[in-house]
C-alpha cells in the first residue's frame, strides 16, 4: 500500500472518499519522477501551502503554510531528501475571504463545531482560541447549544453540519469556510470524544 | 431571631466539559509551564491555557487532579490530552485565573460543566 502509515495522506484520502469539499491537493514522493505533475500543480499560484508526512511519525514535519510557487520545487526536493512525502495544496489564506476555520467533532447524537475566524487552526488547537461553539442534534440539524459571537449568517454551519453528519463517529475534522465556499483538509479518529457527555 | 452575620458568596464559574468527571481538590494556580511539575497531590491547576509546553509537562505529572483553563474547548489538543489520561478538564471558564485563588477548595464537575468554591 503506497500511502500506508501516512496518517496525514491517508486522512486526506479519507476525505475525498466522504466526497467533502477539499482544497486541491497532490502528494509528491519523489519530485524527480514527478515534477511534471508538479508543475502542472504551480501552474497558475503564486502562493502554495506546503505539508509533509512520514510513515509512522506524523509529528514534526516540515511544514511551510505560505510557501511563493517560484520557491517550491527547491523546497519540494529539500523535504522529499529529508525523507519526508510533500503534500501540496492550494493556498487558502488565513485572513483574505475567510469567513471562519475549526473543528468539527461527530459524536453520536450531536455535531459539535469549535470555530475561530481568522489565522490558522493550530491557533485554536495549541492556544485554545475558540471565538464560536455550536452543538447541532445529528437527527435533525436543530441547534441545541451556543456559545460566542456569530461569525457566519444564520444556516451556514448547519449547511455544512449536513455535509459531515453520516460520517463515523468520534472523528475530528479540520475546515476552512472561504467566502468561495467551504474545505476539508483533516479528519482524525478521536476514540476519547466517546467519553464526552453526548 | 435572623443571623446578622453575612455569608460569604461562594464562587461559581461554567465552563466547557472537555473531560468528564467530578473531583474536589485545592486550587495551585499555575503561570509558567514549570508550575505544573510543583503540583501536588489532590490539587486542581487553573491555568489561562494548556499549550504544548504545559502539556509535556503534565505527562511527567500525574499526581493532578483536575484542570481548568479560562480558554480553549472540547476539541483542542489539551482537551484530547486530558481525556486520554483521565483527568477531568474544563475549558473555556472566563476569568477562572483571577478569581480563584490557591490553595481554594474547589469542586470541578465535569458533567454538568461548574467549578465552585466548597
Same mark, same amino acid.
Given at each position: ?12 484520502? *479519507? ?12 502528494? $509528491? ?26 510513515? =509512522? ?14 520557491? @517550491? ?20 489564506? $488565513?485572513?483574505? =475571504? ?32 475558540? *471565538? ?23 444556516? $451556514? ?42 | ?19 468528564? =468527571? ?19 497531590? *489532590? ?34 489538543? @489539551? ?11 474544563? @475549558? =473555556? $471558564?472566563?476569568? @477562572? ?13 465535569? *458533567? ?7
Amino acid at each position: 500500500m503506497k500511502y500506508d502509515k501516512f496518517s496525514k495522506i491517508e486522512s486526506i484520502k *479519507e476525505i475525498k472518499r466522504y466526497s467533502l469539499p477539499h482544497p486541491e491537493t497532490i502528494f $509528491v514522493f519523489d519530485l524527480r519522477k514527478e515534477e511534471k505533475k508538479v508543475d502542472k500543480f504551480l501552474k497558475g499560484k503564486k502562493i502554495v501551502s506546503i505539508r509533509s508526512d512520514k510513515r =509512522g511519525q506524523p509529528q514534526f514535519c516540515p511544514n511551510i503554510p505560505r510557501c511563493r510557487s517560484s520557491k @517550491a520545487k527547491s523546497l519540494i526536493r529539500k523535504i522529499n531528501k529529508q525523507g519526508y512525502a510533500v503534500i501540496l495544496h492550494e493556498y487558502l489564506h $488565513v485572513k483574505k =475571504g475567510r469567513i471562519a476555520a475549526g473543528h468539527i467533532l461527530i459524536l453520536k447524537n450531536h455535531i459539535l463545531m469549535e470555530l475561530i475566524s481568522f489565522g490558522p487552526v493550530s491557533r485554536l488547537d495549541r492556544q485554545g482560541v475558540v *471565538e464560536e461553539i455550536i452543538k447541532f442534534r445529528k437527527d435533525d440539524l436543530t441547534e441545541v447549544e451556543h456559545f460566542g459571537r456569530k461569525l457566519a449568517e444564520k444556516g $451556514v454551519f448547519k449547511k455544512i453540519a449536513k455535509l459531515v453528519k453520516n460520517i463515523p463517529c468520534f472523528k475530528i475534522l479540520d475546515f476552512v469556510l472561504m467566502e468561495r465556499g467551504v474545505y476539508f483538509y483533516q479528519i482524525q479518529n478521536d476514540k476519547t470524544s466517546k467519553k464526552l457527555r453526548d | 431571631m435572623g443571623n446578622n452575620k453575612k455569608e460569604k458568596q461562594k464562587i461559581a464559574l461554567n465552563g466547557i466539559v472537555a473531560s468528564p =468527571g467530578i473531583v474536589q481538590g485545592k486550587v495551585r494556580i499555575v503561570k509558567s509551564p514549570k508550575d505544573i511539575l510543583k503540583a501536588k497531590r *489532590e490539587e486542581i491547576i487553573i491555568t489561562p491555557f494548556l499549550d504544548p509546553d504545559f502539556i509535556i509537562l503534565l505527562k511527567k505529572n500525574d499526581q493532578i487532579k483536575g484542570i481548568v483553563t479560562n480558554e480553549g474547548g472540547a476539541t483542542c489538543h @489539551a482537551a484530547i490530552l486530558a481525556r486520554e489520561f483521565q483527568i477531568p478538564y474544563l @475549558a =473555556g $471558564v472566563e476569568k @477562572a485565573t483571577k478569581v480563584f485563588k490557591n490553595n481554594m477548595r474547589i469542586t470541578l464537575d465535569g *458533567e454538568k460543566g461548574t467549578v465552585y468554591e466548597i
